[in-house]
């Protein structure tokens, strides 16, 4: 295990997701090899997509029943900023924002609701992007193919400056390599993450520095075109270079296919989101109806763009995502059209009356302790009586509001108890 932390991504944030998703793929790729004899990380991004986003569905649930009572919610909420309109002072601003987090608790909907997704998403899709650009280090049984051809490389005379030839001449982007070192762990693994990263026109580069060594890496080249490759597509490649690759060998299929991954990537995202703000209340004449329908179109160019960039495999990921969450949309808007919102508003009414009847007696409570603690003399208090007030006093700063209130608090405590 020591030896496969060394090629993983090490990022204090990302890393840990990325090593998680890592055990999630390798535990995806074992089973379809067991169970099916399948080796393909492309099928494997697609059923961990799919994983992923039943796993979500609970919230993905709650996330549109939030949208729904939004949509209802929302003639309420525009009579409040149009009675605020204008109104820019301290204390109107804070009306507003008490009545609108009141119309909120009413309908029991929280203003971050259709956020959470998003926010799960992103830092998902940033670590498979790591996963999916150094499968390796992530899948045991796809390092071990390595193996061979690492020891016969290293018993080349001169193998380091030949690998440090050929991934200058590749020019490998984020490619981290130093073939100086000493330890044969981390070589080995140095060799394994320019081997696999090996655009395919750095092939015939490998095999001419190696000659001696051009069946094997002929042969290890098939073996990740086996895994490694998905409907004739690299994913470890972007859609750019397989493109760029099409035009330098004329193969139409690259140039093809590198155009269609980003182009059905933002059809479905199109499709995706034009589905779920079917559920989404916002008046596309206000600033954030506007503001809403721009980011419905921004999304599907982002991902267009993207993909163009990214490794073929985060593509098939956004396309596999989209296609996915239209299922469970569908399936989704079927059940929330089924149900009686009206008593899920009555039911959450009673919920935020019986919530803000307790801030209000917390609150009168409080307000309660702070008065009395201000007007008593503490002075004046027997303090042989309130021993045990002195112990319970010990958190509060000598002296402060919150002192007095505590400790009158605790010497009513003892006079009702000597009543009783």
């Known amino acids: 295990m020591t030896q496969m932390m060394l090629t993983q991504y090490s990022g204090r944030i990302l890393g840990p997701i990325a090593k998680l998703l890592g055990y ?31 796993a979500m569905l609970p919230l993905t ?3 549109q029943k939030f949208a729904k009572l939004n949509k209802i919610m929302q003639p309420e909420i525009k009579k409040i900023q149009e009675k605020y309109k204008g109104r820019r002072d301290s204390a109107s601003q804070q009306a507003m924002q008490e009545q609108t987090q009141a119309i909120y608790d009413k309908y029991g909907v929280s203003p971050m609701g259709s956020c959470i997704q998003m926010a799960i998403q992103i830092p998902i899709l940033w670590s498979l992007y790591r996963v999916i650009y150094n499968v390796p280090a ?9 193996a061979s051809l690492v020891a016969s490389i290293m018993a080349v005379d001169g193998f380091q400056d030949k690998l440090t030839s050929l991934s200058e001449s590749v020019s490998i982007r984020n490619l981290n390599v130093d073939f ?12 394994i993450d320019l081997v696999y990263k090996l655009p395919t026109a750095g092939w015939d580069t490998f095999r001419e520095l190696f000659s001696s060594l051009s069946g094997d890496i002929t042969a290890m080249q098939e073996s990740i075109m086996n ?3 998905f409907l004739g597509l690299n994913i470890s490649e972007s859609s750019w270079s397989m493109i760029k690759l099409g035009g330098q060998t004329g193969t139409a299929w690259f140039i093809i296919g590198g155009i269609l991954i980003p182009v059905i990537s ?3 995202q199109l499709m995706n989101i034009r589905l779920t703000s079917a559920n989404a209340a916002y008046d596309a004449n206000d600033a954030m109806g506007r503001q809403m329908k721009m980011m419905n179109y921004f999304m599907p160019i982002f991902s267009f763009i993207m993909v163009f960039s990214l490794p073929i495999g985060v593509g098939i990921y956004w396309i596999a995502g989209a296609c996915i969450r239209t299922l469970l949309q569908l399936l989704i808007n079927r059940h929330l059209n089924k149900l009686d919102f009206d008593q899920i508003v009555e039911q959450n009414k009673e919920k935020a009356k019986a919530k803000a009847a307790k801030r209000k007696e917390r609150r009168g409570v409080y307000e309660n302790q702070i008065r009395s603690g201000a007007s008593m003399k503490t002075k004046n ?8 007030a002195k112990n319970s006093n010990k958190n509060y700063k000598s002296g402060s509001m919150a002192s007095k209130a505590n400790m009158v608090k605790n010497y009513n405590n003892s006079q009702n108890k000597k009543k009783k």
């Open 180 to 191: 100086s070192v000493t330890d044969t762990t981390e070589l080995g693994n140095y060799i």
């Open 266 to 268: 933002a059809l479905t």
């Open 138 to 146: 992530y899948v045991p049984r796809i390092k071990a193919t390595f």
């Open 227 to 229: 895994y490694n490759y």
């Open 61 to 63: 649930f709650k996330q």
């Open 381 to 388: 208090i027997d303090t042989s009586k309130i021993d045990n």
């Open 24 to 54: 999630l793929m390798n535990g995806i790729y074992i089973f379809l090899d067991n169970v099916f004899h399948i080796q393909n990380i492309g099928l494997c991004i697609i059923v961990f997509t799919v994983i992923i986003y039943v």
